[in-house]
T-cell receptor, first 112, second 113 residues
Framework: EDQVTQSPEALRLQEGESSSLNCSYT??????LFWYRQDPGKGPEFLFT???AGEEKEKERLKATLTKKESFLHITAPKPEDSATYLC?????????????FGEGTQLTVNP | DTEVTQTPKHLVMGMTNKKSLKCEQH?????MYWYKQKAKKPPELMFV???????INESVPSRFSPECPNSSLLNLHLHALQPEDSALYLC????????????FGPGTRLTVL
């Protein structure tokens, strides 16, 4: 069974204090790993898709990396507007259709 | 443009009402999805349409009835819902059904009284 575990559950940072969020996964074969950002009461906003170990993608203050067992979302010099819940999801090669297995999310708070 | 739109933003309904949620995308995507999300939980897949045909039903109760009138539109018809069905209902779309990024809409906040 595919599993995704995100840590920590919650993270409080001061503005400018860089950190990383972790997404550990177990799948029979990885088709893709997806990072989303979700603000309260809104739909998830797509951030990154990673397909193979060693792949890295960047967008503004965010950088996502992927190994065979986990993905990291690095946040450099965060700002209060980066406060949100960050969701990680995987899609397995043997999954029928396009099921995403989500982690429980990391709730990030950045204080000014 | 990666926009998925949903209407209404909020919906309050009684247990005997019939209502519909609507979703639209103009990205030429051929797969569309309905998810349900409870507070502080990740989205749960309900239905998947691929090329306007229902391809996945995650054992959703029949009081939820999906419809895909064309490749850009997705509806979710609601009837005789229960208070525990109150949640954020999300629509998403992707280029195709396998391995492509799913783009989510803003959601409809549903409250069942």
């Amino acid at each position: 069974e595919d599993q995704v575990t995100q840590s920590p559950e919650a993270l409080r940072l001061q503005e400018g204090e860089s950190s990383s969020l972790n997404c550990s996964y177990t799948v029979s074969g990885l088709r893709g790993l997806f990072w989303y950002r979700q603000d309260p009461g809104k739909g998830p906003e797509f951030l990154f898709t990673l397909y193979s170990a060693g792949e890295e993608k960047e967008k503004e203050r965010l950088k996502a990396t992927l190994t065979k067992k986990e993905s990291f979302l690095h946040i450099t010099a965060p700002k209060p507007e980066d406060s949100a819940t960050y969701l990680c999801a995987v899609q397995a090669t043997q999954t029928s259709g396009s099921r995403l297995t989500f982690g429980e999310g990391t709730q990030l708070t950045v204080n000014p | 443009d990666t926009e998925v739109t949903q209407t209404p933003k909020h919906l309050v309904m009684g247990m005997t009402n019939k209502k519909s949620l609507k979703c639209e995308q103009h990205m030429g995507h051929r797969a569309m999805y309905w998810y349900k999300q409870k507070a502080k939980k990740p989205p749960e897949l309900m239905f998947v349409y691929s090329y306007e045909k229902l391809s996945i039903n995650e054992s959703v109760p029949s009081r939820f009835s999906p419809e895909c009138p064309n490749s850009s539109l997705l509806n979710l018809h609601l009837h005789a819902l229960q208070p525990e069905d109150s949640a954020l209902y999300l629509c998403a779309s992707s280029q195709s059904q396998g391995g492509d990024t799913q783009y989510f809409g803003p959601g409809t906040r549903l409250t069942v009284l």
